[in-house]
């Protein structure tokens, strides 16, 4: 496309400077193009009801025509214009929701052009709660079409540099209004039928909507990664947020996750690759010591994951500048925001590795008195945190299929913990080589296998909790504490 003088203008979002946004308005009218921020992410904004201004949109991203735009509202009045039917589920989901970050598909009237709607016969519409784009709506006196104001298929902008990295001389005017608060782009969701339907998954999530209508579903494209399955949201079906680099998620456990990528970015470095690492708060000290050329960006707090929803895409475009050859991503949780997080970083991955749960393997001398406690009262705890992960145990000099000895089935009995159908099992090479982590009850354990096996270190450590085998049920009662003060000692070290 031929090139556009580009105005670059400044609005602080808490003291609007009009005469600046009143420039912007008439540029909307004048069927031009502006960038201008909303909460989300920046958007690409044109006047609504203006086919060609609408076809200018769609050729500065360089997006498929095919991908329908939402359009930017600031009343319900106008939402009346625009579409046939507000059901009652919309109105409920606009007193919660709007102005924020959500957009709903309605059946669209004829003012709204095929155009916008990508040849569909709905509309998604947002009311975004950003007080310069609420203003620039409000002056232009005309619903806005803006989709995310990047280049198609790269991370949406939550900062004016990357609008200016994307869009100059693509649009006539670019609004600096600071950083974007959420940094992920909005919930589209379907409220056409009796049950929403999330079609794009963001900071409004399905416990939120569920909490008002006790049912959302999730469109199962966005679940399964199947290829197979169209998703409703023409946007979803494109691979998306991609930085130059190729990206590698790793999902399963975080003490997995963090190992794996420390193997994997020596490898990478043994083949003259340069690497990045998208780690957290958490784990950003486990990558210290590695190679000095290793980009490695914290892209927020596990324990506030709005603080990874906001400097995601900053992340993934900060990798292009550092020109890194590959990409290692931890996962996060995908409940509540994460949902929106996950899928992010879904779209952006070239390839995902399945690590699955963290097996932890309790091993004494005979798999009879200690390591099937340990196991008992790990699996006991566990069951109660909540934390997904697989525990068993096993002898040095174990018998195959011998019962527990009878006062550790009636201690862990006390505490409300069944061993009694344990058989005791017989160490091998292929229990060690599965475990992530192999905690014996001595040291003397851990010597001994370190001596008959190779490529335990790193994944062995051993409690100090000395033999009860034959001696009294009190012995055994304190063996049991011992054992389960270690435990929950060890815990934060596993990272779940
Ligand atoms: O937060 C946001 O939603 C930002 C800001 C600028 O408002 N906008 C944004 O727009 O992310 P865009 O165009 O990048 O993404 C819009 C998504 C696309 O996935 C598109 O396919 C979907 O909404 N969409 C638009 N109209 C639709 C429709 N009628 N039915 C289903 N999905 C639709
Ligand atoms: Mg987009």
């Known amino acids: 496309m031929d090139i556009i003088d580009t105005k670059l203008v400044k609005i602080n979002p808490n003291n609007i400077d009009y005469e600046i946004l009143s420039e912007a308005a008439s540029i909307i009218k004048n069927g031009g193009t502006v960038i201008f921020p ?86 998604a519409v947002r ?112 691979r998306h947020y991609s930085p130059k680099a190729e990206l590698i998620l790793y999902k399963g456990s975080l003490k997995k996750t963090v190992n794996s990528i420390k193997k994997d970015c020596k490898e990478y470095i043994r083949k003259a690759k340069k690497v990045g690492i998208i780690a957290s708060e958490q784990t950003r000290s486990f990558y210290d010591n590695l190679n000095d050329e290793v980009v490695i960006k914290v892209v927020g707090d ?73 196991e008992g009262i790990m699996k006991d705890i566990a069951r109660q945190k909540g934390w997904d992960i697989e525990i068993s145990s096993a002898g040095i000099s174990a018998i195959d299929g011998d019962n527990p000895s009878q006062n550790a089935v009636l201690v862990l009995n006390k505490m409300g913990i069944d061993i009694s159908k344990h058989k005791s099992r017989l160490i091998n090479e292929k229990m060690l080589e599965e475990a992530d982590l192999i905690i014996t009850m001595t040291n003397q354990h851990k010597e001994i296998l370190l001596r008959r096996y190779n490529n335990l270190e790193g994944k062995i450590t051993s409690f100090n909790i000395q033999d009860p085998y034959g001696r009294s049920h009190n012995v055994y009662q304190s063996c049991s504490e011992e054992i389960r003060g270690e435990i929950l000692k060890i815990s934060d070290s596993l990272m779940i």
């Open 38 to 123: 909303t909460e989300t992410v920046y958007g690409l904004g044109a006047n609504a009801l203006d086919e060609d201004a609408c076809d200018k949109i769609y050729k500065a991203k360089g997006r498929p025509s095919d991908n329908p735009l939402i359009v930017h509202i600031i009343s319900m009045d106008e939402l009346n214009k625009l579409v046939r039917e507000i059901p009652e589920n919309a109105e409920i989901m606009a007193d919660k929701f709007w102005p924020g970050p959500l957009t709903m598909i309605f059946d669209k009237k004829d003012i709204i052009s095929y155009k916008i709607t990508a040849g569909l016969e709905t509309v």
């Open 127 to 238: 009311m975004p709660e950003n007080k310069i784009a609420r203003e620039l709506i409000r002056l232009s006196g005309c619903p806005i079409a803006a989709p995310s104001a990047n280049t198609s298929g790269k991370p949406s902008p939550t900062s004016a540099q990357h609008v200016i990295e994307d869009m100059l001389g693509r649009v006539d005017m670019i609004i600096d209004g600071g950083s974007c608060d959420i940094g992920l782009e909005s919930s589209v969701v379907d409220i056409t039928g009796d049950i929403p339907t999330i079609l794009r998954p963001g900071k409004v999530t399905k416990e939120d909507i569920e909490r008002l209508f006790g049912k959302c579903d999730t469109d199962p494209a966005i679940i399964k990664s199947d290829e197979k399955i169209v998703p409703k949201s023409p946007g979803q079906k494109y």
């Open 302 to 374: 596990r324990k506030n994951p709005l603080t990874i929803a906001t400097n995601l895409f900053d992340v993934l475009r900060s990798f292009d500048s550092s020109n890194v050859n590959v990409i290692l991503s931890e996962s996060f949780d995908d409940k509540g925001i994460g949902g929106a997080i996950m899928n992010r970083l879904g779209k952006a991955a070239s390839k995902k590795i399945e690590l699955g749960k963290l097996k932890v393997l309790f091993v004494c001398t005979g798999n009879t008195c200690r390591s099937p406690m340990a």
